[in-house]
């Protein structure tokens, strides 16, 4: 079982990818929960019925697993239990800031920066002129 905390970001791969999807990243910690909780975020006792037959060794009952609530690049949260997680695969993202100037531009070029960037899945960007 991986040690999530709070706060930091994570990239994983789950022990069910046709059910839970293959990998996630850039995944923020936003809080470690019961099922109890994690119900008020996801149907999660069907969810955990469906993996039954899916991940080998997951407990029967829904209260024996630890849920992580996590909050995607733009905000979106997710609700998975540790345990469908797989732990080999789990890596901290260590972020920075990065600057990066573009020498002898347009003011056209600004929108077509910003634009390619939102693609890329940078949503929190400062773009600025000097």
Not at 37 to 43: L, Q, V
Request: negative net charge; proline residues 2%; without cysteine.
């Amino acid at each position: 079982m991986a040690a999530f905390e709070l706060n930091k970001v994570y990239n994983f791969n789950t022990l069910a990818p046709n059910i839970l999807g293959a990998s996630f990243t850039n995944m923020k910690v936003k809080g470690i929960m019961t099922a109890t909780e994690a119900m008020k975020y996801r149907d999660i006792y069907t969810l955990h019925n469906n993996l039954l037959t899916t991940i080998s060794g997951l407990p029967t009952n829904i209260n024996d697993l630890t849920f992580v609530l996590f909050s995607n690049l733009d905000g979106t949260d997710l609700v998975l239990a540790n345990e469908y997680i797989d732990t080999f695969t789990v890596v901290v993202v260590n972020t920075t800031n990065i600057r990066i100037d573009v020498l002898n531009t347009t003011t056209n070029d600004i929108s077509i920066l910003r634009t390619r960037l939102l693609e890329l899945g940078y949503s929190n960007i400062n773009i600025s002129t000097f």
